[in-house]
C-alpha cells in the first residue's frame, strides 16, 4: 500500500502529539514522586521567616526566634526535609545592643573566604528602631561573633537578603518597615564590603507595594539568579495571625538594580487545603531543581500551632518566570513529633526561655532543677518548646517535696492576641498541698480549680490539648491513677500575635527555691 505524502505527514503529526502526551504524562508523575519525597512540615512547629543556604554536602537552615532564646536556631540536612537542630547564633541570649523582635535570619555562605554570614533582625535599645544587624562564624556548627547592626531607618528595618550583582558586587536588600506606621514599603539595595561590617555609597530603592494584591506592604525578599535574570520572591498582605491574608509574588530584572517586573500572574503562592498565608521563605538548588522553603499556617494548627517550616518545588513557565503549584500538602506522622526527657545528663537544645530572663537550672540524675523567679509577667521562670501540632499531651513527674515554690506545666501565650502583648499563661500546677488549675494574665493569677493530694516521691501532672486552643488537667493520685481536675478551658484569648503557643514547665517563688522536675513526655494524636 502506498501512503501520499498529506497522510504520512498526518502520521508523523499523531507520533509527535503521542510523544509530547507521553513526556508530559511522564513529567506529572516524576513530579508526584518528587512531591512524596517532600514530608511537610520539613520544620514543624512555629518556625517563621526560614532561611535555607547549602553548605558543602549539607544544607543549613535558620528561622525567627521572636522573645524566646536561645536565638536563631541552626538546622542541619542532607537532603532539606529531615533537619536536626546543630547550632544557635546566639546561644546564650540576645547581643548587648539588642533588646526584642528577633526576627528573619538570613544565612549566607562565603565560599572563596570559608565565612558563614547570619543576618538578622531585632529592635535597639538605644533607638528603639527596627534594625538589621549581621554575625559571623567560620562554620555553620561553630561559634558566632556579633558584628551589630548595619542599618535602621526610622521607620525601621528588617529581612535583609545578601546577594552579588551582575558584575559580582556584593549587596544588602532589605525592606523599609513603613507599614508599622502606615506608609509605603520599599525594597533597598545597598553594597556592603566584603567583611559585612559597613554599608557603602548610598541604597538604591528596587521595588514597593503598589499592586492591589499585595495591600499595605511587601516583604521577605529572596533574589536568585536564573536564565540571565535576577528574580525576586517577595511576600505582601498581613502574615501573623487569625485575620492574615498573606501571599507571595515574583518579580525580575536583568540587572540587580533594576528596572524591575513584576508577574502578572502574581501572587504565585496561595493558600491550598492544608497550609493558609504562605510566604516568606528562600530559593534554594538541590539536584539542579529550585525549591522554596517557606512559612505557613497548617488549615488544622492555625495561629495555635504557628507558622511551620513548608518545602515546595519551583516550576517554571514557557516565558521564563517561576511558579507554583500551589499543593503543599501535610505529610508528617504526628507520631514522629513525640517528644520524652528526663534532663540526664544535659538540657535538650530544643528548650526555650524568654530573652529576658537569666535561666538558672542544672540538670543530672535527679533530673531537672529550676530555679523559680517571679519573672515574666509574675508567671515564674519558663522552660518551654513549641507547639508542633494541635492535639497532643504533655505530662510531667514531680518531687512534690523538693520546693514551697509552685511548678508544674504551663501553655505560654499572650495577655491578648496584639502585637507586643506581655507573656501569659494557663496550666496546671503544685502549690503546698494543692494541685491547682491556674490562669496568670496581666500579672494576676487566678486559681480555676484545686484538689488536695496526699504526699508522694512522685505526682504527674497532665495538660490534654485539643484543636490547639482547648485545655484538660489530670493529675495521679496516691495509687497511680489519673483524675481530672477541672473542666475544659477555652485558650484562644492568649494566642499571642506572630507566635504558636509553647508548652512546658515554669517555676514560680522566690529566686532561692527550686522545683524538681523528674521528666516530660509529649504525646501527638
Known sequence: MRINRNTFSLLLLVLFALQACQTAKEKKEEDKAAAKVIVNPVLPGDRPDPTVVKVGEYYYASTTSNEWAPLFPIYKSPDLVQWE??????????????????????????????????????????????????????????????????????????????????????????????????????????????????????????????????LNLVEGVCIFRENDYFYATYSAGACCDKACNYKAGVARSKTLLGPWEKYEQNPILKDNENWKCAGHGTVVKKNGEHYLLYHAYSTQGSV????????????????????????????????????????????????????????????????????????????????????????????????????????????????NN?????????????????????????????????????????????MTVKEGHLLQFAFTD?????????????????????MGFRLGLFAKGDTDQEVNFKNVNIKHK
Open 85 to 214: 537542630l546543630v547550632n544557635y547564633v546566639f546561644p546564650d541570649g540576645a547581643p548587648d545592643w539588642a533588646r526584642n523582635n528577633f526576627w528573619a535570619p538570613e544565612l549566607s555562605y562565603d565560599e572563596t573566604q570559608g565565612k558563614f554570614y547570619a543576618y538578622y533582625t531585632a529592635r535597639d535599645k538605644a533607638s528603639n528602631r527596627l534594625s538589621v544587624a549581621v554575625a559571623s562564624a567560620d562554620s555553620p556548627e561553630g561559634e558566632f561573633r556579633d558584628h551589630g547592626p548595619l542599618v535602621a531607618q526610622e521607620a525601621g528595618s528588617i529581612d535583609a537578603f545578601e546577594v552579588r550583582d551582575e558584575n559580582g558586587k556584593l549587596y544588602l536588600t532589605w525592606k523599609e518597615d513603613g507599614n508599622s506606621r502606615g506608609l509605603p514599603t520599599p525594597i533597598w539595595a545597598q553594597e556592603i564590603n566584603e567583611e559585612r561590617t559597613q554599608l557603602l555609597g548610598e541604597p538604591k530603592e528596587l521595588f514597593r507595594n503598589d499592586v492591589d494584591w499585595e
Open 304 to 415: 495555635y500551632v504557628g507558622r511551620e517550616g513548608v518545602l515546595e518545588k519551583l516550576n517554571w513557565t514557557a516565558d521564563g518566570w517561576p511558579v507554583f503549584e500551589n499543593n503543599a500538602s501535610y505529610d508528617r506522622e504526628k507520631v514522629s513529633l513525640t517528644f520524652s526527657d528526663d534532663f540526664n545528663p544535659k538540657l535538650n537544645p530544643i528548650w526555650q526561655w524568654r530573652v529576658t530572663q537569666d535561666i538558672k537550672y542544672s540538670t543530672g540524675e535527679n533530673g531537672l532543677l529550676l530555679k523559680a523567679s517571679e519573672e515574666n509577667e509574675g508567671l515564674g521562670s519558663l522552660l518551654v518548646q513549641t507547639s508542633t501540632s494541635p492535639d497532643y499531651e504533655i505530662e510531667v513527674g514531680i518531687d512534690p517535696s523538693s520546693s514551697d515554690a509552685m511548678g508544674g506545666l504551663l501553655l505560654v501565650g499572650g495577655a
Open 418 to 462: 496584639g502585637f507586643g502583648a506581655p507573656v501569659a499563661g494557663f496550666g496546671i500546677g503544685i502549690s503546698a498541698d494543692q494541685v491547682q488549675v491556674i490562669e496568670n494574665r496581666d500579672q494576676e493569677l487566678v486559681i480555676k480549680a484545686k484538689e488536695s493530694f496526699k504526699d508522694s516521691e512522685l505526682l504527674k501532672l497532665k
Open 478 to 498: 496516691v495509687d497511680g491513677k489519673w483524675q481530672e481536675i477541672g473542666e475544659e478551658y477555652e485558650a484562644a484569648h492568649l494566642v499571642p500575635w506572630g
